[in-house]
């Protein structure tokens, strides 16, 4: 009896730990690699400045409220919906409430929306944008190509440690190493933990 249930807990012990290293730290970085940089993309035209506008806004850039505009017709999203499925496309659907508050929907405080969304629709269908609405700025920090490391995973799920670097004011970078998660979902690898990198590099700066 005790051999039996030393051979049973020897094979839980063994599929556990086959378990937590299905991806290399190679397969890891390759898939990684490939949505960090759809992710530091999506990061410029969600966060950032990376849409053009029909009209120059000028100094309403800097205006402390909300200023819409229409995106110029040749973007690369030219329509809410385009947007949604893109954020949809590389965003998990357990992690995309945060994405979704500051973008499409606003923020509420129960009674009214105290943070309207960044983006919104004009009469036409047409999407546009709110360019005093800017959190690039603040957003300093690159994944290094090919660094993350596998920490735990399975078919589906991979928990990762990346290094990136954050760059101070001055412009001195910062190496240091983040946590991010990754799940399938229909087959699709897309990301549970938003790294929110502004930009990948190849090598360390």
């Known amino acids: 009896m005790k051999k039996l249930i030393a051979l049973i807990l020897a094979g839980g012990m063994l599929f556990l730990f086959?378990?937590?290293?299905?991806?290399?730290?190679?397969?890891?970085?390759?898939i990684l690699d490939e949505l960090l940089t759809r992710e530091a993309d999506l990061n410029g035209y969600i966060y950032g400045d990376s849409f053009e506008t029909q009209e120059d806004p000028g100094e309403d850039v800097?205006?402390?409220?909300?200023?819409?505009?229409?995106?110029?017709?040749?973007?690369?999203?030219?329509?809410?919906?385009?947007?949604?499925?893109?954020?949809?496309?590389?965003?998990?659907?357990?992690?995309?409430?945060?994405?979704?508050?500051?973008?499409?929907?606003?923020?509420?405080?129960?009674?009214?929306?105290?943070?309207?969304?960044?983006?919104?629709?004009?009469?036409?269908g047409r999407l546009q944008i709110n360019v005093a609405d800017n959190m690039y700025a603040q957003m300093r920090t690159v994944y290094l190509l090919g660094s993350a490391r596998a920490l735990r995973s399975t078919k589906t799920h991979i928990k990762a440690e990346i290094t990136v670097y954050r760059f101070d004011r001055e412009g001195n970078p910062v190496e240091a190493t983040k946590t991010v998660e990754i799940r399938q979902e229909d087959g699709v690898w897309k990301l549970l933990t938003q790294s929110m990198v502004i930009g990948v590099i190849e090598e360390k700066p």
């Open 18 to 30: 086959a378990s937590c290293g299905v991806y290399s730290d190679d397969e890891t970085a390759e």
């Open 62 to 124: 800097n205006s402390p409220y909300q200023k819409y505009y229409t995106v110029h017709p040749d973007s690369k999203y030219v329509t809410l919906s385009a947007l949604m499925n893109e954020v949809d496309a590389l965003i998990a659907s357990a992690s995309r409430e945060e994405i979704y508050a500051y973008a499409f929907d606003g923020v509420s405080d129960g009674e009214s929306v105290s943070s309207p969304p960044r983006f919104a629709e004009d009469k036409d």
